[in-house]
């Protein structure tokens, strides 16, 4: 099952890796075995290389959730990177800010705020204003330590923001109209498992004018179920639907 699109990555392409849970399309033994107990109370099936069925679904069916993101997914390429140019500068501004007050080398004089009669080193400022409800134990040290931690991380947040920056910078954004080429990889994967299966691929029911509630078209809808509301059918009839259009561009990327 390899990929059909000989399409440049985008900027979708590479947010695709990011995706929110929720399409991430892990199939799990105990959700598979349901939906063979389902299908077999109702259509009274005997699977066979059900073991070899569920392997092809929990390889495949992760990379189909990131076909999903990447087609589905509405990004604003100019804010993204304009929210990360900010992010970038903010935090290289905050190290700046932060510096001065590592190593006992500047002063808190601001006599409205301490109650010294001389200029106190930051690290003794924040103790004598929070030390009494934060650390009884707290030192100088100590502080002084963690204002370095705190500039430790945000020279990685840096680091990463800027390698960001310049690898979607160079990244075309996809144009036209989203694609719907996932559900032709969701499709696929779930053909080949029910082929191992030995279960009937037909989507045609013969007491059915209109198609739909086969077995096989029942079985696309429970795996429909590991997608979002959005990507889901709205009833047997019109999954039974869905599939047919993806077979039949299937068929023509085939005899390409």
């Not at 959730?65 to 929210?83: P, Q």
Request: hydrophobic letters at 35%; aromatic letters at 10%.
């Amino acid at each position: 099952m390899s990929d059909f699109s000989d399409e440049q990555p985008t900027l979708q392409d590479m947010l695709a890796l990011m995706g929110p849970g929720t399409a991430n399309l892990q199939v799990e033994p105990e959700f598979f075995n349901g939906v063979l107990h389902r299908l077999h109370k109702r259509f009274g099936l005997k699977f066979d290389n059900v073991q070899s069925a569920f392997n092809v679904l929990r390889d495949y069916m992760p990379s189909i959730g990131g076909y999903y993101r990447k087609e589905t997914a509405s990004i604003d390429r100019k804010t993204l990177l304009r929210k990360l140019t900010r992010l970038s500068q903010s935090t290289r501004a905050t190290i700046q800010a932060i510096k001065p007050f590592t190593g006992g080398s500047a002063v808190w004089n601001d006599k409205s705020t301490t109650f010294a009669d001389d200029p106190v080193t930051y690290s003794h400022f924040f103790i004598d204003a929070v030390a009494l409800t934060y650390d009884p134990d707290i030192s100088p040290w100590k502080v002084d330590n963690e204002l370095k931690n705190v500039i430790g991380q945000l020279q990685q947040i840096s680091i990463y923001t800027d390698g960001i920056l310049a690898g979607f910078e160079d990244l075309p954004s996809k144009q036209g109209q989203r694609g719907i080429a996932w559900y032709d990889h969701f499709v696929r994967a779930l053909l080949e498992a029910a082929t191992r299966l030995g279960m009937s691929t037909s989507t045609r029911d013969s007491g059915s004018k209109d198609g739909g509630g086969t077995a096989f078209t029942e079985f696309v809808l429970e795996f429909e179920k590991l997608l979002p509301e959005a990507g889901r059918s709205p009833s047997a009839i019109a999954c039974a639907k869905r599939i047919n259009r993806s077979l039949s561009r299937l068929r023509k990327l085939e005899q390409k």
